[in-house]
């Protein structure tokens, strides 16, 4: 009778205890935090780079990570933002689609009082902080480049990313700054790759079959776009005759700085966006204090110091 006695009150101390672990877990006591990421697209290298980032650095937290692909449309990216809010995540890292098109997603976070912020690129809307470098800084840089190699003369061609993305933007800006710096330089023609390799490579076909001897340099808003060009020009027998600079230095780009086939690439750096995107998105949602704008610098790669990049 005592033994029975004894085994019923451990399992009213058992019982009791289950429910105060079930209370603690739903007031949110030691609950792991759950961010939301929806990113522009990963079928983009860079793009994956930054997530891939995000998830080491999740994972060393000790937080869960939710990512999604945004497929590079604005509106399935505002739904996707919905469905994070709908989810009560802790907080949401958002790589924006467009700068106006996905400020929405911004406006029903602040909302729902969940921390939005936005990593490698803008919105029009102010989210809670951003993590990301200075675009028009890494376009001037591209620009100079193939300013200084022309000796401030020649004929250029533009391939810009995703029409209205921040970086298509500012990198558009950038470029055009330093052509306007630079009067001997002409801008033959600009159209958009949509940051796509293939496309960056018909775009290229089309230009040699119209302007051929004429074109002196191209610069590709990103190294898809890049390795494009570089294909087609390889493709033609004229990469010897025009230089071409692009944006991001992935690992493609790198291996062909160093081999002398793309002239130049200008470093962007996914890990420490990534990363501190994660951080800053903690931060947050712990109301601790964080950056609420990290610019990370971009620098130049050339065959002379492509080393120093390679893993």
Not at 32 to 61: H, P, R, W
Not at 210 to 225: K, L, R, V, Y
Not at 230 to 244: M, R, T
Request: one cysteine or more.
């Amino acid at each position: 009778m005592k033994h029975i006695t004894i085994l019923a009150l451990a399992i009213i101390i058992a019982s009791c205890n289950q429910s105060k672990t079930s209370e603690s877990e739903e007031s949110g006591e030691g609950k792991k935090l759950v961010i939301g990421a929806t990113m522009l697209s990963m079928q983009n290298e860079f793009i994956v780079s930054v997530s891939d980032e995000m998830e080491a650095k999740a994972k060393e937290l000790g937080v869960e990570l939710i990512t999604v692909d945004a497929e590079r449309s604005a509106l399935k990216q505002v739904e996707q933002v919905e469905s994070f809010i709908a989810q009560g995540v802790d907080a949401i890292v958002m790589n924006p689609c467009e700068v106006e098109a996905s400020s929405p997603a911004i406006k029903l976070a602040m909302n729902a009082n969940i921390p939005i912020i936005n990593v490698n690129s803008e919105t029009s809307t102010k989210p809670t902080a951003f993590i990301g470098s200075d675009d028009t800084e890494s376009a001037r840089i591209a620009m100079k480049y193939i300013a200084e190699k022309l000796g401030g003369k020649g004929n250029v061609i533009m391939i810009h990313g995703f029409m209205g993305q921040a970086a298509q933007l500012k990198r558009d800006q950038g470029a055009k700054e330093v052509l306007k710096a630079n009067p001997g330089l002409k801008l033959l023609a600009e159209q958009s790759g949509e940051w796509d390799r293939a496309k960056g490579m018909s775009l290229t076909e089309n230009w040699i079959q119209s302007f051929g001897p004429q074109i002196n340099a191209i610069f590709a808003q990103n190294d898809e776009m890049g390795m494009g060009a570089v294909k087609a020009l390889e493709a033609a027998g004229l990469k010897n005759k025009i230089i071409v600079v692009s944006v991001d230095a992935i690992p493609d780009a790198l291996q062909a700085v160093k081999k002398g086939v793309l002239d130049a690439s200008v470093f962007q750096n996914a890990r420490l966006q990534g990363g501190t995107a994660i951080e800053t998105a903690v931060k947050a949602a712990k109301k601790e204090a964080f950056e609420k704008e990290v610019l990370i610098p971009f620098q130049l790669v050339t065959k002379e110091n492509v080393g120093e990049f390679l893993k």
